[in-house]
């Protein structure tokens, strides 16, 4: 019996344990270990210590390239928080309230997230085309003309473009969860609040909101790994080097061009390439631990 | 018995599914072909099909990527073992970069006799510079022009400029009748390095400026190949509200469609213009020097070669095909069908505009960066490309972007270094 | 609650405008699927003068979108059947059986949580190629299956933990193998974790982008997603036929959105949202 039940427990676990072993620890600790080797395209060539890491700090234009991708990652992340999560908190506020339509609401907010980030990408690049894209003709039409401008192709504004499309197409993913979470405040504090006169914006903030805060410290932490993983929309939209002049290069990008080839050349640079994912891997697990602790301790306080 | 029936007919639904019909019967050998000509598609098909008349047991298919993608699809493709069986290749430092590390086989006069009718000069571009040995059978020289409207150009009176100052009165001139004067645009980091190879050679001294800066003479800081970047920024009132969100389908979508007077861009447009607008009256023009009694500066370069993956299963059948492309009757073909200079010697051109460009290159330069500076990464391309963009963008001055592409290149350029 | 009244006509502006701005793009690109290029470009907002199917049969049949639409559904629905399959057996081991280390399992693979699997491409990519599975279907499924295990087994262990107790032993007692247990007692007790688990990764693995891009380089075995960048390629400068194409890689998932809507919801959000 105890030997069929340990039999019985190797059966159900080994699929999983295999499967998982393979292909993600396996190919992970081997991340961390290639950024250690010289290599000459695919071929793995002896042990090379931190010079991966050398090249990438001190080999032009490598340094610069590393830290414009990475602000450019902080920037999609600040604008996201501000643009994309605000707006979802505030409608999320709002279908709390049960409005008219509520489910039909909540319904189509949430249908973008559906949709692939490629036919995304590749629709609005369609619409801001300067010369055929209908949002300058619209504008146009409208008589805001004077705004009407090159959204993509701009420096200043190519990198803001993009994040609101990326907002366009997950607003409705914060919205579904900050509505959870307001919902699971418990109607009677609500209510007593209510009668002792207090109002609606004082219901929101001193009740709603600290409430709230295991949502945002999800919310926060999933935007935080979006942000620093970002690499669909950008590549779509404006291709692997990051256009117009690097402006919107983020680490994603940076990291596939070195390690399978720029644009012009297919050369590949697999250890500095390790070297990039290695880099953006401890920073994306540092903060998802801290995070996460973060998360336990305050549900731990409330609870 | 039915589940029997059912099991055996599954059973055989599999097994065709996994074993395709080669394991059952003769089966032509079948080849794959990629390229990053998706608009040449059709020809190629045409192409192929004459090709697999006379070669029953070959089958090719064609498949096209998009051009900004394909290197890298090309490199992942081949150092994952695979790739296609025959491979459009680019030339000198965009071939080396497959060449070198073995992935491309390396053709001799024996296997593809027909080479040795090839200039010197086309060869070139298809000869690695680690082993000297040749990798391909060049397909194609391309030259950097300026296209412009002919029906427009009549409306106002126009005549083709022959020097700088004419060609912005030109411009001026269209704009100020309402007409978009230039359909160039800066999304694709590309089509601005195009519009460098037509500007510039005129200002920065052509061939002799190329020698110097290749001998490591010189770098890309000389002022006479800044000021000559420079001249582009002239151009941005004439291109089309919001030029920097302009790509290349925008680009040609503008100038197919009678939209924009004139296009800056290479030889290889000739054909894609004619099969998609056969209204469109359109002439060549090489970039205008400072003066009129200059023979102006054209870039020109071998376009890329085709060639063969070292690991084919199908090296005879690969062979046979390369041979057909390196054969006369091919190159007219490809010059009469697509209205591109095939790099097959004794092609006889019978395109106007092509018969015209073909006068420009008695005065040819090659195309700086792609002949040049394209043997490792950063390439010179790579960095031209990206600071144009921010050049016509106006957040780098000319000054910068020759600043830029010579501190990038120092990596890998020694003579570069410390200059 | 007279203050709620006075507001819901605000409220109800902003929801619609929300709406709009949701819908307005899906919209535009649906009826610009039917119209010919030439109209996209002059009368981008106005219907189609003529209601035509012309670009769709043309996509259908010219750009093998058939064909990428199967590849996307073998190899989504191939993921998600190992996933469930992989993740309901260890997350049953985990959730209903004491032994030495299955603490340490649990933990093991929630770490795949925060592991992003995209940083290791290249030893995958290395690793597919000495398996010889590069540029086949396998190499997409078995990337898809293992790193969706983690929430799998996480979503399912949780739901193992919650049945009583008695339920097992008292199979156990009647004698059932330890397998009918699983598959006829717990299995269906767990068919809402099931559901959900299918849907968070139905719909990622549905869409993903980045590893066929690296790993699939044959076009007949492009997924939907890769397929459509090569069909951007192929048809560029002839703006009805993309539109048509838009339209229609997105109509099997907005469909099914249609119908199954709330389970969608959940499931997506299933790793933010408790219950």
């Given at each position: 019996m105890r030997a069929g039940r340990r039999l019985w427990l190797a059966i159900f676990l080994a699929p999983a344990v295999v499967l998982f072993a393979a292909f993600v620890t396996y190919p992970i600790l081997s991340a961390l270990a290639y950024s250690l080797y010289s290599w000459e395209g695919i071929g793995r060539r002896g042990f090379a210590g931190l010079a991966n890491f050398i090249r990438l700090f001190t080999t032009f234009p490598y340094p610069r390239l590393l830290v414009g991708a990475f602000w450019h990652n902080v920037v999609v992340f600040g604008l996201t928080m501000l643009i994309q999560n605000i707006t979802g908190l505030a409608l999320a506020l709002i279908l709390a309230r049960n409005p008219w339509g509520a489910r039909a609401y909540r319904a189509i907010f949430f249908?973008?997230?559906?949709?692939s980030l490629v036919i995304v990408g590749f629709l609005w690049g369609l619409f801001l085309n300067p010369v055929f894209g209908v949002i300058n003709k619209t504008l146009g039409m409208v008589g805001l003309g004077a705004l009407a401008r090159a959204w993509l192709g701009e420096p200043e504004t190519a990198l803001i473009t993009l994040t609101l499309i990326n907002a366009w197409r997950w607003v409705g993913f914060p919205t579904i969860v900050f509505l959870a979470g307001i919902n699971a405040v418990p109607e009677d504090y609500l209510e007593a609040a209510r009668l002792d006169g207090a109002s609606e914006w004082d219901v929101t903030r001193r009740i709603i909101f600290p409430l709230l805060a295991p949502a945002v410290t999800i919310i926060v932490i999933l935007t935080f790994i979006g942000s620093f993983n970002w690499f669909e929309l950008p590549y779509v939209v404006q291709g692997v080097s990051g256009a117009p002049n690097r402006a919107t290069d983020v680490l994603g990008l940076l990291f596939y061009r070195t390690a399978f080839g720029e644009v012009d050349t297919g050369l590949q640079d697999i250890g500095v390439g390790s070297a990039i994912a290695v880099l953006m891997f401890l920073m994306l697990v540092t903060v998802s631990t801290v995070g996460a602790v973060f998360l336990r301790r305050r549900e731990v306080e409330m609870g | 018995m039915m589940r029997r029936l059912c099991t055996a007919l599954i059973a055989v639904a599999l097994f065709a599914t996994f074993f395709p019909a080669s394991v059952l019967g003769q089966e032509p050998v079948k080849l794959t072909f990629w390229s990053w000509r998706t608009e040449d598609k059709w020809v190629y098909d045409r192409m192929i099909r004459l090709f697999q008349t006379r070669n029953p047991g070959i089958k090719i298919e064609f498949i096209p990527f998009r051009a900004p993608e394909y290197a890298t699809i090309l490199s992942t493709g081949l150092t994952a073992?695979?790739?296609?069986?025959?491979i459009h290749l680019r030339a000198y430092g965009g071939l080396e970069t497959f060449a070198a590390p073995g992935f491309i086989a390396p053709l001799d006069f024996e296997q593809v006799p027909e080479l040795k009718r090839f200039p010197l000069q086309t060869i070139a571009g298809a000869r690695s510079r680690k082993d000297g040995r040749i990798y391909g059978v060049p397909f194609a020289t391309q030259t950097l022009v300026i296209f412009y409207n002919k029906k427009i150009f009549a409306q106002h009176n126009l005549t083709v400029p022959k020097t700088w100052d004419q060609f912005l009165t030109v411009m001026r001139t269209l704009k100020d009748k309402g007409v978009v004067p230039l359909a160039n645009g800066g999304k694709e980091g590309w089509t601005l390095e195009v519009l460098s190879g037509v500007i510039a050679p005129n200002f920065y001294g052509g061939t002799t400026f190329f020698e110097a800066v290749t001998r490591g003479q010189t770098t890309f800081r000389e002022p006479a190949y800044t000021n000559a970047l420079a001249k582009m920024l002239e151009l941005r009132p004439y291109m089309p509200t919001g030029f920097m969100g302009v790509d290349y389908a925008t680009m040609q979508q503008m100038f197919i469609n009678e939209q924009a007077a004139m296009f800056i861009g290479g030889s290889w447009e000739i054909g894609f213009f004619k099969a998609q607008n056969k209204n469109l009256e359109f002439g060549v023009f090489a970039a205008p020097p400072e003066r009129a009694d200059q023979i102006p500066w054209v870039s020109s370069y071998a376009d890329g070669n085709y060639g063969i993956n070292a690991k084919t299963p199908h090296m005879e059948a690969a062979l046979k095909f390369i041979r057909f492309t390196a054969t006369l009757e091919f190159g007219q073909m490809f010059t009469d069908l697509l209205a591109q200079m095939s790099a097959v010697p004794g092609v006889v051109v019978r395109n106007p505009q092509l018969q015209q460009v073909q006068a420009m290159n008695r005065k040819a330069t090659p195309y700086i960066m792609l002949v040049g500076?394209?043997?490792?990464?950063?390439?010179g391309s790579t960095l031209l490309q990206s600071a144009l963009q921010g050049m016509m963008a106006g957040t780098l001055t000319p000054a910068q972007v020759g600043e830029e592409v010579t501190r990038g290149l120092s990596s890998w350029i020694d003579a570069f270094r410390g200059r | 609650m007279s203050g709620r009244s006075r507001w819901t006509p605000l409220l109800q502006a902003i929801l619609i405008a929300n709406a709009f701005l949701v819908l307005a793009p899906m919209v535009f690109m649906g009826l610009s699927a039917f119209k010919t290029t030439r109209e996209i470009f002059q009368h981008p907002l106005g219907l189609p003068t003529v209601w035509s199917l012309d670009n769709f049969s043309r996509v259908w049949v010219d750009a093998r979108f058939a064909l990428y639409i199967q590849n996307s559904v073998i190899v989504t629905a191939a993921s998600v059947a190992i996933i469930l399959f992989c993740g309901a057996m260890a997350g049953y081991a985990l959730g209903r059986f004491r032994f030495r280390g299955n603490d340490f399992l649990y933990l093991y693979f929630l770490s795949g949580l925060m592991l992003p699997i995209r940083l290791a491409i290249i030893p995958l990519f290395i690793l597919m190629r000495n398996l010889n599975l590069?540029?086949?279907?396998w190499s997409l499924i078995l990337i898809y299956a293992a790193s969706g295990l983690p929430s799998a087994i996480f979503i399912l262990t949780g739901f193992f933990r919650t049945l009583p107790a008695d339920l097992d032993s008292a199979a156990r007692i009647d004698g059932a193998s330890e397998w009918t247990i699983f598959t006829r007692v717990m299995l269906p007790l767990v068919r809402p974790a099931l559901v959900i688990v299918t849907v968070y990764n139905l719909i990622p693995i549905w869409n993903d982008f980045f590893f066929p891009l690296v790993f699939i380089q044959s076009d007949h075995l492009k997924t939907l997603p890769l397929g459509m960048t090569a069909f951007f390629g192929q048809y560029y400068t002839d703006w009805a036929t993309l539109f048509a194409g838009l339209t229609l890689a997105a109509v099997p998932v907005v469909a099914l959105y249609v119908v199954l809507s709330q389970h969608f919801i959940r499931g997506l959000t299933a790793g933010a949202v408790k219950g």
């Open positions: 249908l973008p997230v559906t949709l | 073992g695979r790739g296609p069986d025959i500076f394209r043997w490792q990464a950063p390439t | 590069l540029d086949t279907l």
